[in-house]
């Protein structure tokens, strides 16, 4: 432990080692939690069955646990896995977790370890598990941890991780408090940068971005939205399993979501919009179904999380927001930390990929995302699947029109990376998966007016010449589609 973090965080939790707890064990400081052994207890077990489902099938499977503290999750794991490797940097954590979990599993193995230097050979395991680790070493010491995990992973093998973002998990302010918090996007780009190259077969290795989220625990028991979890898998450069959904992420992260655009649709759409109408247009639309605090709503397309917001806070509604974009998810993170609630849940993945259970949602609200989506049928049979019987699927986007694309719309549209069809087809294609009632109604008059409100506003506003021009550009291409019907603007509510 030769730098100087490291001797900072060993300092501190050997601080923390000879706290006095209620129970007289380590258990309360592995979640730093000084309310009492049973409040913490509960905690612990509701966070402990939350991040252990979210982890893939583990038969078969060897498992590096970092990290690991007295063995919170040990046990779990070493019931699922074939082999776990469990390690913390603190002897006195290592001899509790080997007590409490050694007797009860032959498959696992205990050692003392600092996880910035991972001593293991190339391809020694399948899965690495941490949890509070990372924000425990500097940037330094987290690409370095990020290049030896993928050495030391099997090609195709998965890295999960989870950390506290912006601010610690309980919000309590500590006198000594060397630990890192730093935000999504930092976490993202750390590890979607970071290439490993294997010598001895001439390749290069890289992690690619599966799904994260924030914790559900942690929001509904302590009102913070900031516990992050992320699943990462090692592939082979280049080797996407999705490559068009991954340009579509790295344009929404450099772009749409950038900090210069994020300025234009603050001042003028309204915080947390990314479209013309803001919030009204908001409520315009959820006005076609019922919400009650008993609904249970999924925003697809979440962005920047101004609908999820508004549900919760003035509707008192049980929302999770689906987004593919880790930058516009940090934004809806940081929206709902600030309203300081206990609802909101934030999925950040491909839809394609995403897996939600059965009959879970009354209300799937969809808005200007699903011209993006490649697949719509599947997208579809998945929204019909997650739907409670009786549920409804409310869309809004730009449809083909009554008139034949010009050349210079067509264009338009294929630099902006849509797919649109007619509401014809869409009406068609819901019906096919099972929807029976699909009503649908021409809001072209309405996004004309909220376009053209929206782009008046930008030309009062002081921006880059380039930012502007953007917009301005991309706002006249609607607005001249949609007077010449080329194309609609459509609302479809489905049953």
């Not at 498959?107 to 399948?126: C, G, M, V």
């Not at 028991?221 to 579509?248: F, H």
């Amino acid at each position: 432990m030769a730098t100087h973090a490291r001797k900072a965080m060993k300092q501190y939790w050997d601080k923390w080692a000879e706290y006095k707890t209620e129970s007289g064990t380590s258990f309360e400081m592995m979640l730093l939690e000084t309310s009492g052994y049973d409040y913490t207890k509960r905690l612990s077990d509701l966070d402990v069955k939350e991040m252990v489902s979210l982890l893939p099938d583990l038969q078969g499977v060897d498992l590096l646990e970092l990290g690991a503290g007295v063995g919170r999750f040990t046990g779990e794991l070493a019931s699922r896995a074939k082999t776990v490797h469990s390690t913390d940097f603190m002897q006195k954590f290592v001899d509790d977790n080997m007590a409490a979990n050694g007797p009860k599993y032959s498959n696992l193995t205990f050692a003392q370890l600092d996880a910035s230097n991972l001593p293991y050979r190339p391809e020694s395991f399948h899965f690495i598990f941490t949890n509070w680790l990372l924000m425990y070493l500097d940037d330094v010491e987290v690409e370095r941890f990020a290049m030896q995990a993928l050495k030391i992973l099997h090609n195709g093998g998965h890295l999960f991780m989870r950390e506290s973002c912006f601010h610690s998990a309980s919000k309590t302010v500590r006198q000594e408090n060397p630990t890192f918090y730093r935000s999504i996007k930092d976490y993202h780009k750390l590890f979607s940068n970071v290439v490993y190259r294997d010598e001895s077969i001439g390749k290069d290795f890289c992690f690619e971005f599966v799904f994260s989220g924030n914790c559900q625990t942690y929001v509904v028991v302590k009102g913070n939205p900031c516990q992050v979890y992320w699943m990462w898998r090692k592939r082979e450069t280049g080797d996407w399993a999705s490559p068009r959904t991954l340009d579509i992420q790295r344009l929404l992260d450099t772009s749409v979501y950038s900090d210069e655009y994020l300025s234009v649709y603050e001042r003028v759409i309204g915080d947390g919009f990314v479209t013309p109408g803001g919030l009204g247009a908001t409520k315009r639309l959820l006005s076609k179904v019922t919400v009650t605090p008993q609904t249970r709503v999924l925003d697809v397309g979440c962005g920047l999380g101004g609908t999820m917001a508004y549900l919760v806070k003035e509707l008192n509604v049980d929302v999770t927001g689906l987004e593919l974009s880790p930058a516009a998810a940090q934004c809806a993170v940081l929206r709902l930390d600030k309203l300081a609630v206990n609802k909101g849940h934030i999925h950040v993945g491909d839809l394609l990929q995403t897996n939600f259970p059965q009959n879970c949602f009354d209300v799937i609200y969809v808005r200007e995302t699903l011209g993006y989506l490649s697949n719509q049928q599947v997208t579809f049979e998945k929204f019909r699947a997650w739907l409670k019987p009786g549920g409804h699927l409310l869309l809004s986007d730009y449809c083909l029109g009554n008139r034949e694309l010009t050349e210079p719309l067509t264009s338009f549209i294929e630099s902006e990376g849509l797919q649109p069809v007619s509401v014809a087809t869409w009406t068609e294609m819901l019906q096919k998966v099972g929807f029976a009632s699909v009503q649908t109604f021409n809001t072209s008059e309405e996004s004309l007016t909220e376009t053209r409100e929206a782009l008046n506003k930008l030309q009062d506003e002081d921006f880059s010449e380039g930012v502007k021009a953007q917009f301005m550009s991309t706002w006249h291409n609607l607005i001249g589609g949609l007077e010449s019907q080329q194309l609609s603007s459509a609302v479809l509510v489905t049953t």
